[in-house]
C-alpha cells in the first residue's frame, strides 16, 4: 500500500505539531517555546486546509499565529525578559504534569476508538457570493458575526494581557 501525498503531508503536520509541541513545554527560554508555539499553530491550520475547512485555518492563522503568538513576541521583546531563563521545574510538578498528560491522551483515544464515525448525506452548504456575505451578517444558524465579535473580545483580552505582563516586568 503506497502512501499519497495527503497521508504524507498529515504525517508531517502531526510530526510538527507533537515535536514543537514538546519544544513549547519544555523549552526554558521563553522566546523559544512562543515561536514553538507558532510552529504548532500554523501546523494545526495546515491540518484544517486538508480537511477544507478554510475559513477554521483562515482563524486559526489570523487569530492564534497572527494575532495571540505575535501579541506574545512583542510583549517578550518589549520587555527586559528576553534572555531569562525559567527554573527547572520541580519533580512533583513534572510527576503531575505527565500524570495528567497520560489521562488526557487516554480519554482522547478512547473517545477516537469508540466514536461511530460515518459519512454525511446532508448536501453542502450552496457557496455563492450572496450566501457567504449573508453567513457573515448572520447571528443565527451558519452565521458568522458572534463568531467574529467573540474572536475580537479574545484579542482585546490578549492585547490586555500583554501590556499587563510589560508594565509588571518593566
Do not use: C
Not at 70 to 90: A, D, G, M, R
Amino acid at each position: 500500500m503506497g502512501l499519497t501525498t495527503n497521508i504524507w503531508m498529515f504525517l508531517l503536520f502531526s510530526a510538527i505539531i507533537i515535536v514543537f509541541s514538546f519544544f513549547t513545554i519544555f523549552s526554558r527560554r521563553i522566546l523559544r517555546a512562543a515561536v514553538s508555539l507558532l510552529f504548532v499553530l500554523v501546523s494545526t491550520a495546515g491540518l484544517y486546509f486538508m480537511m477544507d475547512y478554510q475559513f477554521m485555518a483562515g482563524v486559526q492563522l489570523t487569530l492564534y499565529a497572527g494575532g495571540i503568538v505575535v501579541l506574545i513576541i512583542f510583549s517578550i521583546l518589549l520587555t527586559s525578559t528576553i534572555n531569562q531563563k525559567f527554573e527547572k521545574p520541580s519533580s512533583k510538578y513534572l510527576i503531575l504534569g505527565g500524570i495528567t498528560a497520560v489521562f488526557g491522551a487516554g480519554i482522547s483515544i478512547y473517545t477516537i476508538l469508540n466514536h461511530p464515525f460515518s459519512t454525511s448525506t446532508e448536501s453542502e452548504i450552496p457557496s455563492t457570493m450572496k450566501e457567504i456575505g449573508v453567513q457573515l451578517l448572520n447571528t443565527g444558524v451558519n452565521g458568522y458575526a458572534l463568531p467574529f465579535e467573540v474572536i475580537s473580545i479574545l484579542l482585546l483580552a490578549a492585547m490586555i494581557a500583554a501590556i499587563v505582563i510589560a508594565k509588571k516586568i518593566i
